[in-house]
């Protein structure tokens, strides 16, 4: 299977190479795409927009400086990864970035990464249009969809891939969120004070003629995160059953909702350390915001509502 999945991530590079709006990245290029990778990173982290071409030796390396370990330039790039430039229309000029892994993530998903526009060039769907042609090529290559991973403090790009309706698949060491086949359509409304996270039981171009069926619910009382489950919920398995927690988990946090339901929740929350309850997330987000070592793989404290530890 291993092969086979290498073979069909080729297929869909390939597929990507030929599509309207996107140019892999040739030979001696690599350079270039390295340079909007920092001005990714410095968007991102430290709140500066850069223009690539505007990046001289004395920039570049005091944002490299800034950026310390995740602005570091990793030479050979083309050889764990196919790198394309997006571009807009007819104009052979790149206004953003994407890359493919030479490898699957999870069960046999592309790996995407280093999705990027230049402010200019957002707001016209040039982003969105990229990841469905990701889409696209993983499904006509028989892989069940992409997987990509953003950090929980670029919070703009976070609540963008939940826009997209994107599922969140993971949090070990980052935000993972992902788009499959086997995955519906899902939206997260506010009823009576409540976020409701539904799927869609009949997909549809236009969302206003979709069925949607409520899963979860999530409130407080007390300050404290109650989850209620529906009937549908509990008659649903796999990918749904297990994502629709934590899914409706980051819609949480990102609404400043609390996450924990208690103490004896609270207690088991670095179980769900890699994905799972909303205690887990609620565990995770202090060592997302500020990276430090634990001695104990247990939480001392219980979190704000917003995930932030009382300590």
């Not at 999870?106 to 990027?116: K, N, R």
């Not at 969105?128 to 042609?133: G, K, T």
Request: proline share 8%; charged share 30%; net charge neutral.
């Amino acid at each position: 299977m291993a092969r086979s999945w290498d073979e069909a991530v080729g297929r869909a590079q390939e597929r990507l190479a030929r599509e309207p709006g996107m140019r892999a990245v040739g030979e001696g290029d690599g350079r270039g795409f390295a340079l909007w990778d920092l001005v990714s990173c410095a968007e991102g982290e430290l709140g500066e927009r850069v223009e690539p071409e505007a990046i001289g030796p004395g920039e570049e390396r005091r944002l490299r400086e800034r950026l310390g370990e995740s602005g570091r330039e990793w030479p050979g790039g083309e050889l764990y990864r196919r790198r394309y430039w997006l571009l807009d229309g007819d104009d052979r000029e790149p206004v953003g970035t994407i890359a493919v892994d030479n490898w699957t993530r999870g069960p046999g998903q592309l790996a995407v990464s280093s999705l990027y526009l230049r402010p200019s060039a957002r707001g016209r769907g040039l982003a969105a249009a990229a990841l469905d042609r990701v889409y696209r090529a993983a499904t006509a290559e028989g892989l069940p969809g992409y997987r990509l991973e953003a950090h929980w403090t670029w919070r703009r790009a976070v609540r963008y891939y939940l826009r997209r309706g994107l599922w969140t698949v993971s949090w070990k060491h980052a935000i993972g969120l992902a788009r499959m086949p086997q995955l519906p359509p899902y939206r997260v409304q506010e009823e009576d004070g409540r976020l409701v996270l539904l799927v869609a039981d009949r997909p549809s171009p236009d969302p206003g003629e979709a069925d949607w069926t409520p899963l979860l619910a999530a409130g407080s009382e007390g300050g404290r995160l109650r989850l209620d489950e529906t009937a549908a919920y509990r008659q649903t398995d796999g990918w749904v059953h297990g994502y629709a927690r934590s899914t409706l988990a980051l819609h949480l946090a990102l609404a400043g909702r609390p996450l924990v339901r208690g103490p004896q929740w609270w207690a088991e929350a670095w179980r769900w350390a890699d994905i799972g309850e909303p205690e887990g997330l609620a565990y995770r987000i202090p060592q997302f915001e500020v990276p430090r070592p634990t001695a104990e793989p247990r939480p001392a404290a219980e979190p704000r509502p917003d995930g932030a530890s009382t300590l």
